[in-house]
């Protein structure tokens, strides 16, 4: 499903809802579409970054399951 990268980085960079960010990043951490783009999008997470536009993540369960899904793609 080629569509699902962009939908759950949208999902977990833009969502206004923590729980939707978070089950984003547990598919992540379930391996799915580990590219760069993802890399990119979990990164940001983790750090608190807006470089893409979206706001940086507050959320301390958030960041922790984007670290741990980067974990897994690396």
């Known amino acids: 499903y080629p569509e699902a990268e962009p939908a759950l980085i949208s ?3 833009g969502d206004p809802s ?3 960010r ?3 990043a547990k598919a992540f951490a379930n391996g799915c579409c580990c590219s760069k783009k ?3 999008a979990l990164t940001l997470a983790i750090n608190g970054g807006t470089k893409d536009g979206f706001p940086s993540e507050q959320s301390e369960c958030g ?3 984007a670290y ?3 974990q897994v793609c690396v």
């Open 68 to 70: 741990a899904a980067l």
């Open 63 to 65: 960041r922790a399951l």
């Open 22 to 24: 978070i089950e984003a």
């Open 18 to 20: 923590e729980c939707v």
């Open 11 to 13: 999902a977990l960079r």
């Open 38 to 40: 993802t890399m990119a």
